[in-house]
């Protein structure tokens, strides 16, 4: 509840406001205006901000909400409360054709579409007879309940701030969730968060819908606020402007898209009153200061006002610890048929003429440590791309409990209980250690999106962080579990890796360079952890160029050079085997 | 249907500059140069106001932002300032400008020939190219694509704020470069639309030679790639970014002089001229300027048929047809892409 109070304080505010006597109407419209901005810009905060996905286009989903509404209500007399459901569908429905063709690919691509889409919809709504060309929709009618109409700013000022504080609040739980972990995983790359089973595709055509259906709840307010529907605030122009306030709010927080709106509204407010009477100048003066204020805020602030502020309240949040008590159902395991858990036979890949991995054939048996050493560029990092299934092989075949993993999808290779750590680290900084570590456990846990925005996902998420406080406990960093992960030293994040490693259940540990950067008494622990994992009957692969580490703990070695295996043998035959003295030293003077 | 043809390939040269423009500043800078559509703008409107007489804005817009760079170059060299460095700093950014601002003021109502006028355009909009990327990219060159990309949008909305301003909302139209005209069957050629064609054929082989085989070109590209390594190598890398934004400025301008005699252009057409570009280059994949080129052509065909057909829908159409690029995209995505922050 003490979490939830500054809210509590905000909507009381908001409610206050239109009964303050002395406040002029026209502040309660610029709020009005503040309440739709914010409603597309706290989807953006989730897309962009969050998500990492890039969107001008925001504001045609805005014009589906509203054109919607416009249509039905008009001419056929629909009542608006009907089309609210309809809405938001055709917002989410065109999210859903846009985001199929156009998520999937990567970076500078996405904006990029989505500002031709923008002009393009812009175009087609300004052309279309049905939706009244460039003069648009008049005449729609006003939200009504019982004999209430509202048609004066101060009457639907309560329908529109309450649907900023709701979607506030269900954002805010959607990110505080098992599938709001994924999607914060995604602006970091997809690789880590693919290796523990999120369907990355999936979760972004998720937040992309999301802020569809956000927009197209703004835009059907805006039409029965307005009361007309015409294609200007729907166009290009405006769409920049929405990712706008998500920047000047701050991209990465969800009342950041609120302050923004406030801000920009406001500003825009003031300068369309004063720039003109300043330069004697026509038109869109504002549209200069927007522009240079927006370079200038990217050059001195890139995260935003929002963050700024919070760091001067003294509002600190406590965090709660998980009930570590609570247990988590244990991955769905397969039956083993056989002692071995991973085969590589003839593993091959080729990266044009560079052969990185050549027909290496090894197997780890269950309850082994199997240490993979070799010289920089040997192909250690590529085979365990090639077990994990982020690289597709060239040939050759991999199988892990009896079954092909072939050219696999990550998600389907960490089902089967192969978890992995990595050479750089791929952790999401701004996300505490434990929030990092319990997306490990996503294969684990079940509630979607829809019951995370309802809070029905409780008791499934208390078992998932505890879960991930259990592990964190394991490999000993409880005394930093609330920190955020991009502060540790490289050393612990590695160790942290481990930690959400082992929240897969896994039977098989692949550990990518795990010592690097530990001190020796870490690498002690380190040591005594992985012992203690195998004779509890998990499996692991290592790479590792620490030799007196490696020989120390592994069962058995497999020597890579130029991609070959040259040797595979306990420590003691490797220690003496003369083929790898040479590939390590050079040739025998 | 000829006609509709060659309608199209002369706005699609025309796309073919830009689309060129775009894919050489994103591959030295990685900004995705919404603000190309501006400098089209630029040339076109300062070389339609000079040849009316008149005195154009964006000259005293250039002595601004170059008073702008002045001090930032100030700024990031005061712990070694010394006085062949504040020199030559003055001489870049306030010389050069200053001294095209007197020369356009003392022109300006003296009717000069067309090429002095096009030459004059050319330095301003060159100017004011080399001052943006210094003012507003330089310092943000270290970050994201998806960072540069807001900046390149922020940039947008501010020079095409001042076109406004500059320019009025009415639009203007110059006069030719070439009058000469001539028949062949039943088409007919303008000088003017020779002089595109062989422009952009020029421009075309120009780039590609230039990053295909000098070792400037070469350093570019490595700029791009790896800013760390090419500084590393000796290469200067604010030096490219701005060589960059001087050929895609002057690509722009060139583009705007050679559109202005054919259509009326106002304040902000160049933004959907340069968005028509960006569609040819998104389909060469941000990389390929052969692609790029002949993209360019089937933006501009499908364009001049569009218009013809369903003129209505004709930029519903142009800019649709971005979708299916991106499908095709899409399925042929690169396996493994680990973006950075």
Same mark, same amino acid.
């Given at each position: ?6 809210i ?6 908001v ?12 502040w ?5 205006? &503040?309440?739709? %901005?914010?409603?597309? /810009?706290?989807g *953006?905060v989730? $897309?962009?901000?969050?998500?990492? !996905?890039? #969107? ?5 989903f805005?014009g ?10 008009t001419?056929y007399?629909?009542s608006p ?45 300004s052309k279309l007879?049905?939706?009244?060309r ?7 009618p ?10 004066d700013?101060?009457? &639907?000022?309560? %329908?529109?701030w309450? /649907?900023?504080? *709701?979607?506030? $609040?269900?954002?805010m739980?959607? !990110?505080? #969730?098992?599938?709001g ?15 523990f ?13 999301y802020?569809?259906?956000?927009a197209g ?8 606020f307005?009361?007309?529907a ?7 122009q405006?769409?920049i ?13 969800v ?5 923004g709106?406030?801000i920009?509204?406001i ?7 004063y720039?003109?009477? &300043? ?11 927007f ?5 200038? !805020? ?5 995260t ?9 309240l ?10 570590t ?10 039956v083993?048929?056989?002692a071995?858990?991973?085969?590589l ?14 027909n290496v ?16 560029g040997a ?14 092989s ?7 409990v009896?079954k ?21 680290v791929k952790?999401v ?7 990092n ?5 996503h294969l ?12 029905l ?8 962080l505890?879960?991930a406080?259990?592990q ?6 409880a005394?930093q579990?609330d ?21 897969v ?16 008494m ?19 692969l ?5 030799m007196?580490f490696v020989m120390?703990?592994?069962d058995?070695i497999?020597?890579?050079d130029f991609g ?7 420590p003691?035959a490797?220690?003496?085997n ?12 | ?11 699609g ?7 060129l ?27 339609a ?5 008149q ?6 817009l ?10 930032l ?14 020199g ?44 943006l ?12 694509v ?10 947008h ?7 406004l ?19 062949l ?7 003017q639309?020779?002089a595109?064609?062989?422009i ?6 120009a780039l590609?030679l230039f990053?295909?085989l000098t070792l400037y070109g070469?350093?570019?590209?490595a700029?791009a ?9 000796g ?11 001087l ?9 705007g002089?050679l559109i202005?005699?054919?259509?009326t252009?106002?304040y902000?057409?160049?933004?959907l001229?340069?968005l028509?570009g ?5 389909i ?10 002949v993209?360019?052509l089937?933006?501009?065909?499908v364009e001049?048929?569009s ?16 979708l ?17 922050d």
């Amino acid at each position: 509840m003490r979490q939830r109070l500054p809210i509590i304080v905000f909507a009381l505010v908001v409610a206050a406001i239109p009964f303050i006597p002395g406040v002029p109407p026209f502040w309660i419209v610029l709020l009005d205006n &503040i309440g739709l %901005a914010a409603l597309v /810009a706290m989807g *953006l905060v989730l $897309l962009t901000g969050v998500g990492g !996905l890039t #969107s001008f286009g925001q504001a045609a989903f805005c014009g589906f909400g509203a054109y919607t509404t416009a249509v039905l209500t008009t001419a056929y007399g629909v009542s608006p409360w009907l089309t609210l459901p309809l809405s938001l569908a055709v917002s989410g429905f065109a999210a859903v054709l846009l985001g199929l063709v156009t998520v999937r690919l990567s970076g500078h691509y996405l904006p990029l579409g989505t500002i031709a889409w923008g002009l393009g919809l812009f175009y087609l709504f300004s052309k279309l007879e049905f939706l009244g060309r460039n003069d648009g929709i008049s005449g729609i009618p006003p939200l009504s309940i019982g004999p209430l109409r509202m048609i004066d700013p101060g009457a &639907i000022y309560f %329908a529109i701030w309450i /649907a900023v504080l *709701l979607c506030a $609040l269900l954002t805010m739980n959607l !990110l505080d #969730s098992r599938t709001g972990r994924a999607i914060r995983a995604l602006r970091r790359g997809h690789i880590a968060a693919e290796a523990f089973g999120v369907q990355t595709p999936r979760a972004k055509l998720l937040v992309f819908i999301y802020a569809a259906v956000l927009a197209g709840l703004s835009g059907w307010l805006y039409a029965h606020f307005q009361r007309a529907a015409n294609p200007t605030p729907f166009g290009a122009q405006a769409g920049i402007e929405y990712l706008f306030i998500a920047v000047v709010g701050g991209a990465g927080y969800v009342w950041g898209g609120v302050l923004g709106a406030a801000i920009v509204v406001i500003l825009r407010e003031i300068l369309q009153s004063y720039l003109p009477y &300043i330069f004697h100048g026509e038109g869109q003066l504002e549209t200069i200061v927007f522009g240079i204020l927006l370079v200038l !805020l990217l050059q001195l602030a890139p995260t935003g006002v929002w963050p700024w502020l919070m760091a001067r309240l003294p509002l600190k949040q406590k965090r709660k610890r998980p009930d570590t008590s609570l247990a988590l159902a244990s991955r769905p395991k397969a039956v083993a048929t056989s002692a071995v858990l991973l085969r590589l036979d003839q593993a091959r890949k080729q990266f044009g003429g560079v052969i990185a991995v050549n027909n290496v054939s090894f197997d780890v048996q269950s309850r082994e440590i199997v240490a993979l050493i070799g010289p920089n560029g040997a192909g250690k990092s590529t085979t365990f791309n090639l077990i994990t299934g982020v690289l597709t092989s060239s040939g050759g075949r991999i199988s892990a409990v009896g079954k092909s993993i072939d050219n696999a999808p990550p998600q389907e290779v960490a089902k089967l209980g192969i978890a992995r750590t990595f050479q750089h680290v791929k952790l999401v900084p701004d996300m505490t250690v434990l929030e990092n570590v319990a997306i490990g456990a996503h294969l684990r846990g079940r509630s979607g999106a829809l019951s995370s925005m309802f809070r029905l996902d409780r008791g499934d998420e208390a078992r998932l962080l505890a879960e991930a406080a259990r592990q964190i406990e394991r490999v000993g960093l409880a005394d930093q579990i609330d920190q955020l992960a991009g502060s540790l030293s490289l050393g612990q994040q590695r160790i942290v890796e481990i930690a959400r490693a082992l929240c897969v259940d896994p039977m098989l540990l692949l550990l990518d360079e795990p010592a690097a950067g530990l001190r020796h008494m870490e690498k002690q622990r380190l040591a005594a952890l992985l012992r203690q994992l195998r004779d509890g009957g998990m499996s692991v692969l290592l790479v590792e160029h620490d030799m007196g580490f490696v020989m120390d703990l592994a069962d058995r070695i497999v020597v890579l050079d130029f991609g070959t295996k040259i040797a595979e043998g306990t420590p003691e035959a490797i220690k003496t085997n003369p083929e790898v003295i040479k590939a390590y030293l050079g040739a025998v003077a | 249907m000829l006609f509709l043809v060659q309608d199209g390939i002369t706005n699609g040269a025309i796309y073919a500059l830009l689309g060129l423009a775009l894919v050489l500043v994103f591959a030295v800078t990685r900004v995705i140069l919404i603000p190309q559509g501006e400098f089209v703008t630029y040339g076109a409107l300062t070389y339609a106001s000079l040849s009316s007489g008149q005195m154009p804005g964006t000259a005293r817009l250039a002595v601004a932002m170059g008073i702008v760079a002045f001090g930032l170059d100030l700024f990031a060299a005061r712990r070694s300032l010394h006085l062949r460095l504040v020199g030559r700093a003055l001489a870049v950014n306030i010389g050069l400008p200053v001294a095209v601002f007197v020369l356009t003021y003392w022109l300006a109502g003296r009717h000069p020939p067309i090429a002095v006028n096009v030459a004059l355009s050319l330095l301003i909009v060159a100017a004011i190219g080399v001052f943006l990327y210094r003012i507003a990219f330089q310092p943000l060159a270290h970050t994201s694509v998806l960072v540069l990309l807001i900046a390149s949008v922020g940039c947008h909305l501010a020079l095409q704020g001042f076109g406004l301003v500059f320019f009025g909302a009415e639009g203007q139209r110059g006069p030719t470069i070439a009058d000469t005209a001539f028949s062949l069957g039943p088409l007919r050629f303008t000088g003017q639309s020779l002089a595109v064609y062989a422009i952009t054929a020029g421009f075309i082989v120009a780039l590609w030679l230039f990053f295909g085989l000098t070792l400037y070109g070469k350093a570019l590209r490595a700029t791009a790639v790896n800013r760390l390594g090419a500084r590393l190598v000796g290469i200067r890398t604010t030096l490219s970014g701005q060589i960059a934004f001087l050929l895609a400025s002057v690509i722009g301008a060139i583009s705007g002089i050679l559109i202005v005699p054919i259509t009326t252009l106002y304040y902000d057409t160049g933004f959907l001229i340069g968005l028509k570009g960006f569609i040819a280059a998104i389909i060469g994949g941000l990389v390929s300027y052969p692609l790029t080129a002949v993209a360019a052509l089937v933006v501009g065909t499908v364009e001049a048929f569009s218009s013809f057909y369903a003129s209505n829908f004709k930029e519903v159409i142009v800019f649709t047809l971005i979708l299916p690029v991106l499908v095709l995209r899409s399925l042929a995505a690169p396996a493994v892409e680990e973006e950075k922050d």
